[in-house]
């Protein structure tokens, strides 16, 4: 059964500092992997789409590796913004699926 | 021009009533999903419907019926609600080639408290 985490549950930096956030699978068999974002009392906005046959995706400030074999996923996020405060969900479909594994997420609070 | 939208946006009830959530998306896609958030932010698929069948079904009590009049609408009827129940719902959308979904598009999430 796929189970997905991501450490650390919760991370405060100044801003302007880059910062890593990670997600692990325990089955690298996987359709793709997407990062969302969702901020308090919303819904969940995608942000980056990678499939299995990829290594990273690019969204402006934000990048998303994936390294299939290991289970991982990394989002990096550069120069952050008070903005990008919020809670960052990393997901994945199993191969044979059809629905997204959520992770538990990670609570970003970026200081002014 | 909302692309995934849910009523009602909160619903406080008391244990044992009957009630319903709707989703509805313009995106034209052909599958729709129900998902719970329960109070520790895990967020769970429920169901998925691909052209108003329905393709998955976890495990949920059958308290919990999903809808699908037709492909742009999937509402949820819950029965004889109970307190864990308490949770933010949440309906997604996808275009989906092949059943395997892409990007999944979510609505605000309906929270629902049962007292």
């Known amino acids: 059964k796929q189970e997905v985490t991501q450490i650390p549950a919760a991370l405060s930096v100044p801003e302007g500092e880059n910062l890593v956030l990670n997600c692990s699978f325990t089955?690298?068999?996987?359709?793709?992997l997407q990062w969302f974002r969702q901020d308090p009392g919303k819904g969940l906005t995608s942000l980056l789409l990678?499939?299995?046959?990829?290594r990273e995706q690019t969204s402006g400030r934000l990048n998303a590796s994936l390294d299939k074999s290991s289970g991982r996923s990394t989002l990096y996020i550069a120069a952050s913004q008070p903005g990008d405060s919020a809670t960052y969900l990393c997901a994945v479909i199993p191969l044979g699926g059809q629905n997204f594994v959520f992770g538990p997420g990670t609570r970003l609070s970026v200081l002014p | 021009d909302t692309a995934v939208s849910q009523t009602p946006k909160y619903l406080v009830t008391q244990m044992g009533n009957d009630k319903s959530i709707k989703c509805e998306q313009n995106l034209g896609h052909d599958t729709m999903y129900w998902y719970k958030q329960d109070s520790k932010k895990f967020l769970k698929i429920m169901f998925s419907y691909n052209n108003k069948e329905l393709i998955i079904n976890e495990t949920v009590p059958n308290r919990f019926s999903p809808k699908s009049p037709d492909k742009a609408h999937l509402n949820l009827h819950i029965n004889s609600l109970e307190l864990g129940d308490s949770a933010v719902y949440f309906c997604a959308s996808s275009l989906n080639p092949g059943l395997v979904p892409e990007t999944q598009y979510f609505g605000p999430g309906t929270r629902l408290l049962v007292l």
């Open positions: 089955d690298s068999a996987i359709y793709n």
């Open positions: 990678i499939q299995s046959s990829q």
